[in-house]
């Protein structure tokens, strides 16, 4: 009988940005977290405390605001790896334009060329969760953060959850992950009220 290998992983989305607020087309671009973001990221902080959650190793994509929120979490306590395959998926032209600009706004299903497509997003992220895997040892738990899309993505295609559209600012997915196949057990928002 084979043995179950378990490990836990922790996906957060970074806080709230300028460009979110402004409601810009961030994607490969970056934005700094703004006032509100930083409250969110420490709600996630403090949820995670409250729970005697803790980490025996993290990642973070390279983009600052998810770097800083990986930071604001761990109290800058904590090394963690950055990885670009973790990065936001490029929306080409449309990056730091207006987000009605996007073309689904409009029901067009065509995509702009200089677009990244959601298989690359999908094939980039399977291929940061191998890397994470693969670092990690049986028993551990690992704190994951990135972006609202590529996140979403991931979650809504490896663990059969085609109701799961987005994630909001600072919000939480927590995966099992057993001989290194995904299950969803939760999502949480602890920021949800914060102003």
């Not at 940005?17 to 402004?22: G, P, S």
């Not at 191998?130 to 809504?156: E, F, P």
């Not at 959850?161 to 927590?174: D, G, L, T």
Request: overall charge negative.
């Amino acid at each position: 009988m084979e043995e179950k290998m378990t490990k836990t992983v922790y996906l957060v989305r970074h806080g709230q940005t300028y460009f979110n607020y402004y409601h810009k087309v961030q994607g490969r671009c970056d934005s700094p977290l703004n006032g509100k973001g930083i409250r969110q990221v420490e709600a996630a902080r403090d949820y995670f405390k409250e729970k005697g959650i803790k980490f025996d190793i993290a990642f973070s994509s390279t983009q600052e605001r998810a770097s800083d929120t990986l930071e604001i979490i761990m109290d800058h306590q904590m090394d963690y790896t950055r990885l670009k395959d973790l990065r936001e998926k490029s929306y080409g032209i449309f990056e730091g334009r207006d987000e009605f600009l996007l073309p689904w706004n409009y029901n067009n299903k065509n995509i702009d060329p200089t677009m990244e497509t959601d298989e690359h997003v999908l094939l980039r992220m399977k291929r940061a969760v191998k890397t994470i895997l693969s670092q990690m040892k049986d028993g551990q738990t690992a704190l994951v953060t990135g972006h609202g899309d590529i996140l979403a993505q991931y979650v809504r295609t490896f663990t059969n959850r085609q109701e799961f559209n987005w994630f909001a600012n600072a919000s939480i997915v927590k995966l099992t992950f057993e001989n290194d196949q995904p299950h969803f057990d939760y999502y949480v928002w602890p920021a949800e009220k914060v102003e």
